[in-house]
């Protein structure tokens, strides 16, 4: 088979950050299994841990391989359903989802975000036939219909803005780029978008430096070997700085609208 895309040395380091254990070392493990995801090197035998599951299916070439572990409905109890179910539609053709939806939306919540999904999936694609079939249960459906190119019912939505997009569809005022747009931007905006797992783990790397590495004494040394080039002893709770750092975190790490333009899907 093909090597796998990726730094070797890193590969190998990932496997071995995997191994710790402990919650400190949560947001280590993380990184890695995005290293391995996102590489296309990730295995599937850990699929099974859903922590895990969720942060690499964020790539979605890797959702795609991962896809019988992604089934409708199966991670309903999961800490994030909701991003499973974006990387359930994302993973597989956009007919199977449609002809799966009595079981991923007979749980309201979840299947919003699955219709969310495909019509975004539907939305990027150049042509695809229009989706006629209605689906009462799940308004969001509208959006797919939209997507497809068939009509669709300007509804109340609880997101106000894809309720504009319905309409703006309806009136026939809402060019196709602009509903991709709009989709993928909801998609973010919900917490949902694949692209979101490598842009908290690296809020979560300004965070470590900031707060774990900002002592006096520990600048970057461009003149060292890579792995010393920067060692952080840690900001003391008691310094001054310390309660504006952690706001300075915060503020960087939520996620607004609109999406950054790096982390948009092709």
């Not at 493990?29 to 690499?56: C, E, G, M, N, P």
């Not at 694609?125 to 989706?131: G, N, S």
């Not at 809402?174 to 949902?192: C, F, I, M, N, Y």
């Amino acid at each position: 088979s093909a090597e796998p895309a990726g730094d070797p040395l890193l590969l190998a380091r990932s496997n071995e950050v995997l191994q710790i254990g402990g919650e400190p070392f949560a947001a280590a493990r993380a990184a890695a299994v995005w290293l391995r995801a996102s590489a296309h090197a990730y295995d599937d035998k850990a699929a099974f841990d859903v922590v895990a599951l969720q942060i690499a299916v964020g790539d979605v070439q890797t959702a795609t391989t991962l896809r019988a572990s992604i089934e409708p409905m199966v991670h309903l109890r999961a800490p994030m359903p909701h991003r499973l179910a974006v990387a359930y539609a994302l993973s597989r053709p956009p007919e199977v989802v449609v002809e799966q939806r009595a079981q991923w939306g007979s749980d309201a919540g979840f299947g919003a975000h699955v219709a969310l999904a495909l019509a975004f999936e539907l939305a990027r694609r150049p042509k695809t036939e229009p989706v006629a079939v209605s689906f009462p249960g799940i308004p969001e459906w509208q959006l797919v219909r939209a997507a497809s190119g068939a009509t669709a019912e300007a509804v109340p939505l609880a997101d106000p803005v894809l309720a504009e997009v319905l309409r703006l569809h309806a009136d026939g005022r809402l060019p196709r780029a602009a509903l991709r747009t709009s989709l993928e931007d909801a998609l973010w905006r919900h917490d949902g978008h694949p692209r979101l797992v490598p842009f908290e783990l690296e809020r979560l790397l300004v965070r470590d430096l900031l707060l774990s590495g900002s002592d006096p004494g520990t600048k970057y040394q461009p003149n060292l070997r890579s792995e010393k080039r920067y060692a952080p002893t840690g900001m003391g709770r008691d310094e001054e700085f310390f309660r504006i750092a952690v706001a300075l975190f915060d503020f960087l790490a939520k996620v607004r609208s609109p999406m950054p333009a790096e982390h948009r899907l092709p």
